[in-house]
Nanobody, 125 residues
């Protein structure tokens, strides 16, 4: 049974930082594509950062470049989204997701990610 659980969201002032966590159970995160997605109020869900099974970042949204990075702790089977210099436009629900079908050639398509966390809210004011 695969489960992804996010945490770490909250309210922060512009210019601040947050670290989101995504704890995975049921498989080893190092094997598959992992993505962080976000959905702002009234907008569609979009990819922010995607990493492959080798923990190589394969995609970073233009809005996140230079500010957001991904790290992971294999011992805890947890992946982290480190967000700095936060802006009000970063306000959204953030989701981690896993594409259980591939370790590489990771996609940005939401429908290819078969496991999703419940989301964690980030509010920047």
């Amino acid at each position: 049974h695969v489960q992804l659980v996010e945490s770490g969201g909250g309210s922060v002032q512009a210019g601040g930082s947050l670290r989101l966590s995504c704890r995975i159970s049921g498989y080893y995160l190092s094997r598959y594509c992992m993505g962080w997605f976000r959905q702002a109020p009234g907008k569609g869900r979009k990819a922010v950062i995607v990493t492959d099974g080798d923990n190589t970042t394969t995609y970073v949204a233009d809005s996140a470049k230079g500010r957001f990075t991904v790290s992971r702790d294999d011992a805890k089977n947890t992946v982290y989204l480190e967000m700095t210099s936060l802006k009000p436009e970063d306000t959204a629900m953030y989701y981690c997701a896993a594409d259980h079908s591939r370790p590489a050639s990771c996609s940005l398509r939401l429908d290819l990610y078969d496991y999703w966390g419940q989301g964690t809210q980030v509010t920047v004011s």
